[in-house]
Structure formats: C-alpha cells, structure tokens
C-alpha cells in the first residue's frame, strides 16, 4: 500500500516537473492564455442565462416554429412574465455573494473557491436544461446558481490575478469574458436555429466547467509565478525581502482588520462604484427590460424569439470588441460612459412608445453602440 502510494506521489512528481518547464519556457502564453478560458468560462453560463431568457420563461423544452402563448392583444408580443425576473435571479446572487464575499473569502484557499465555482457553473446547466417548463422555481434556482458561480469566480479569479503580471492576467481576463459573450450567445442563438431545442443546447454547454478545471489546472501555480517574478526583478535580495515583508502586512492589515475598517475603504472607491452601478443599470434595464419590446413584425427575423437571441448576439459582439481594447484605446473622462448609457435608455424608450424606426438594422446598431459602451466600463474603471 506505502509503495503504491510512493508510485502515486512520483508520477504526480514529474507531471509536475513537466508543466513547470512548459510554464518557465511559455509563462507568458500560459497566463494569458488560461486567464483568457477562465472568464470565457466563468461568464459563459451567466450569459446563456440571459440569451436563453425568452425561451426559458416559454416553452424551453421545444422548439418548434408554433409561437408560444403570448400576450397578443398589441403589437409587443409579450410573454406572461418579463425577462426582467431571468435578470433578478442572474443578478441578485451575485451581488448578494459580491457584499459579503470581501470579509470572509480571503480565509478559503484558492482552489476550495475553484471547486465551488465549477460545482454551482454545473448545477445551474443541470437543472435548467433538465427541469420541466411547469416547474419554473426550480429553473430560476437553476439561473440562481448560474449568478452565484459566476460572481464568486470573478471574486476568486481576480483577486487571484494580482500575483501575476497584470497585464498577462487582467488582459486574458477581460477579453475572455468579452468572448463569453459573444461565443455564448452567438453559439446558443445557432445552435437553436438550426433546430436544436433550447433545453438540449443548455445540456450541451457542460463542457464548460470541464474546461475551466484544465484551464485552472494549466495555470502556473502562485508559488511558480512568485519565484520568476523575484527571479526578474533587478533589485538585490534585500529589498526583495523588505517589499515582501511590507506587502505581507498591507495584506494582512486588510484581512485582520475589523468591519469598520473594512467599510472605511469603501468611500473612495464610490468615484468608480457609482457610475459603474449607473452604466449596468441602464444596460441591464435595456437587455431584459426593453429587448423583448422591440418586436419588428415585417423583419427578414419573422420569430420573435429569434430576435431577441440576435439582439443578444450583437450586443455581446459589441462588449467583446470593446472589453479587447483595452490597450489600445484610452479614454479620461470616464463618467462619459454612464452619461451616454443613459441616453441610450431613453432613444430605446422613446421608439417602444412612438414606433418610428424603419428597420430592425437601426436596432441592431444601437445595440451594438450600448455593447460598446458596457464592455468599455468595465474595462476602463
């Protein structure tokens, strides 16, 4: 038994030894690259959510080319109940797990908040896909889950970027999650137009968490990065020692530190928390408040459902350009995002009311300037 476990231990040994040449030799490959499948992953269930919307608060099990029922006494085709309550369960989660998260979440160890977020990522495709249509509380609590995996592996992942060179990591991890976008809903949208039911193409997306356990496992671990950093630096040993020293206990001040010192950092940071909550408010109100009100009877997209996938495809092409521009575009004024978020409301509003576009193209353009403007936040705060 000793010697099987001895075996056991020395293949895992030169495993090891393996990814770590592979890691010296291609680190910078590595970390972009495994940032990059980390937040196509971790948002990629957060986003089919939201694309499959529509269909889920229908008939999600069918796809035929029948309408499902819908409100029909005006033009809206509306169902019962809005895509604003898929949005409620895909954000409230997260933001209940983003409040609490930074006073405890330092004393769990990296790979434990790893194995939650693939758990719940798997969950949430499980009991969507796998739930009847009639049983809808247990779909939301699918859609839940989505929000929960997908906020605390941001929490995890992020804070776990900064022992990295940033702009290998945060880099990867922004245009990987602009690509969660646009892969997911782009993927969900042709998947169930070539005729595949909704429910079998959120079965389908299980592969997912697959590829965020290799994706995490191809990381070159804390201590790796750590030993190339110091090994890089052009300082002598002894300051070396002392930043280490002092980032230990700025570390440690913060995670010892009481609540009420914990809530006294969080004033300087409402210059970017406000417009932020401004930008997602607007966007969000937009996406599941207002999409599935831009209904173009006479569109070469005869199906309202096919128009709102669409509608969500274009939108995530366009958070995907931007969140991959972020190191060659820079913009100062950075309340300028919030500003035209909010004009953006009202052109969309002022058309449900008044119905004076020509064309679903002039929508689709506008859907993409709003993209713009989401995915250029989030990488510009």
């Known amino acids: 038994m000793i010697l099987r476990k001895t075996k056991f231990l020395n293949k895992n040994n030169i495993k090891m030894n393996r990814l770590e040449h592979y890691w010296g030799k291609y680190y910078p490959q590595f970390v972009v690259t495994s940032y990059w499948l980390l937040g196509l992953t971790n ?7 939201l694309s499959a919307a529509h269909d889920i608060l229908s008939d999600h099990n069918s796809n035929s080319t029948d309408l499902p029922k819908h409100n029909s006494t005006n033009r809206f085709d509306c169902n019962e109940l809005s895509t604003g309550a898929i949005l409620l369960a895909d954000i409230l989660p997260g933001i209940a797990i983003k409040l609490v998260a930074p006073f405890f979440v330092h004393k769990i160890k990296y790979w434990k908040r790893v194995v939650v977020v693939i758990l719940t990522n798997s969950a949430s495709f499980l009991l969507v896909s796998l739930t009847p249509s009639n049983l809808k509380p247990l779909i939301f609590l699918g859609v839940m889950a989505a929000s929960f995996s997908s906020s605390f592996g941001e929490i995890t992942f992020l804070s776990l970027s900064t022992l990295y060179i940033r702009t290998l990591s945060i880099t990867g991890w922004a245009s990987g999650t602009g690509a969660a976008g646009l892969i997911g809903s782009f993927g969900y949208a042709a998947l169930t137009s070539l005729g595949l039911s909704p429910s079998s193409t959120i079965l389908l997306m299980l592969f997912i968490p697959v590829l965020m356990a290799l994706s995490y496992i191809a990381l070159p671990t804390v201590d790796f990065a750590r030993s190339r950093i110091y090994s890089e630096l052009d300082t002598d040993s002894e300051e070396r020692d002392k930043d280490q020293t002092e980032s230990e206990n700025n570390a440690g001040s913060i995670n010892n530190g009481s609540l009420k010192d914990k809530f006294k950092l969080l004033p300087p940071l409402l210059k970017f928390m406000i417009p932020l909550f401004l930008v997602y408010f607007a966007e969000y109100f937009i996406n599941q408040g207002l999409f599935e009100l831009l209904y173009f009877k006479n569109s070469f997209i005869k199906e309202h459902k096919l128009q709102y996938r669409w509608y969500n ?3 995530q092409l366009a958070v995907f350009v931007s969140r991959s521009s972020i190191k060659w575009i820079k913009i100062k004024f950075l309340p300028i995002f919030p500003i035209l978020q909010i004009i953006n409301i009202f052109v969309f509003l002022s058309h449900i009311y008044l119905d004076y576009f020509p064309s679903i193209w002039i929508v689709f353009l506008l859907i993409f300037w ?8 989030y990488v510009k705060y």
Do not use: R, S
């Not at 948002?43 to 959510?49: E, R």
């Not at 709003?370 to 936040?377: A, S």
């Open 313 to 315: 495809v274009m939108y």
């Open 370 to 377: 709003e993209g713009l403007l989401g995915g250029g936040c």
């Open 43 to 49: 948002n990629f269930a957060y986003v089919i959510m």
